[in-house]
């Protein structure tokens, strides 16, 4: 499980939690994330994020 960084905000989408808010289920890798998934902190898009091992 990775976990991957707004580059906008700062925002962490940690793989193994998900992002239970928007529907997303704990263990739900970055790349599965619906094409339209935002960061919930400033509304960046997917591409906007990198893995925190790339940062």
Known sequence: ????????????YDEAEGDP?????????FAALPPDWEC???GAAKDQFVAEDEA
């Open 1 to 12: 499980m990775r976990r991957w960084i707004c580059l906008s905000c700062g925002h962490v």
């Open 21 to 29: 808010a928007s529907g997303i289920a704990p263990g739900t890798p």
């Open 40 to 42: 919930p902190f400033c």
